[in-house]
């Protein structure tokens, strides 16, 4: 099943079907009740104050994929904001996991964006520095492997790898 059609889905039921879908920290939640999203992951691990490394794993992100980002001091900055979610759909993605606080949340879910995400914090970030892209990273207490299926209900990942061509964004 390609990871887009996980969203329609509850977080439990697949948790339930699926032994390999562990469920992240019940702190990341979706900045929007009831909405959910969920694609291929395209993972982040940023550095404090921040963000430069998500809009590089952005770059190459397939329209459906959601960036799953583990936050360092998650609490004291947002590096997601409204900016970022008009380029975000502009590239097509699904939505995001964030385990770190974000900006703009009522911006945010004012354009109806499925973001899951620890918190909000106005500080904004830095957009250059070090952090690595399409590793296994951390989504709240969970391994999230790049391309896995990830959802933004509970910010669930799933640890079983795809092969590019699976990829819906690659040509058949």
Same mark, same amino acid.
């Not at 921040?50 to 590089?56: A, C, D, F, P």
């Not at 329209?63 to 097509?92: C, I, Q, T």
């Not at 995400?117 to 207490?141: N, Q, V, W």
């Given at each position: 099943?390609?990871?887009?059609?996980?969203?329609?889905?509850?977080?439990?039921?697949?948790?339930?079907?699926?032994?390999?879908?562990?469920?992240?920290?019940?702190?990341?939640?979706?900045?929007?009740?009831?909405?959910?999203?969920?694609?291929?992951?395209?993972?982040?691990?940023?550095?404090?104050?921040?963000?430069?490394?998500?809009?590089?794993?952005?770059?190459?992100?397939?329209?459906?994929?959601?960036?799953?980002?583990? $936050?360092?001091?998650?609490?004291?900055?947002?590096?997601? !904001?409204?900016?970022?979610?008009?380029? %975000?759909? *502009?590239? =097509?993605? &699904?939505?995001?996991?964030?385990?770190?606080?974000?900006?703009?949340?009522?911006?945010?879910?004012?354009?109806?964006?499925?973001?899951?995400?620890?918190?909000?914090?106005?500080?904004?970030?830095?957009?250059?520095?070090? $952090?690595?892209?399409?590793?296994?990273?951390?989504?709240? !207490?969970?391994?999230?492997?790049?391309? %896995?299926? *990830?959802? =933004?209900? &509970?910010?669930?990942?799933?640890?079983?790898?795809?092969?590019?061509?699976?990829?819906?964004?690659?040509?058949?």
């Amino acid at each position: 099943m390609k990871p887009s059609r996980f969203v329609a889905f509850p977080a439990g039921n697949l948790c339930y079907a699926d032994p390999s879908v562990r469920p992240s920290s019940s702190g990341i939640g979706p900045l929007i009740h009831g909405v959910r999203t969920a694609g291929s992951a395209r993972t982040a691990r940023i550095r404090p104050r921040q963000n430069g490394v998500i809009h590089r794993s952005v770059h190459p992100a397939w329209p459906g994929d959601v960036p799953v980002v583990d $936050g360092s001091d998650p609490d004291r900055f947002g590096p997601f !904001g409204d900016f970022f979610v008009d380029g %975000s759909r *502009a590239k =097509g993605l &699904a939505g995001a996991v964030f385990d770190s606080s974000i900006r703009d949340g009522a911006d945010i879910a004012g354009l109806g964006y499925p973001v899951s995400c620890r918190g909000f914090h106005p500080k904004s970030t830095a957009k250059s520095g070090p $952090g690595e892209t399409d590793i296994p990273g951390d989504g709240g !207490g969970v391994v999230v492997i790049p391309e %896995s299926a *990830a959802t =933004g209900c &509970a910010g669930q990942g799933r640890t079983g790898r795809r092969t590019g061509k699976d990829h819906p964004g690659a040509p058949s």
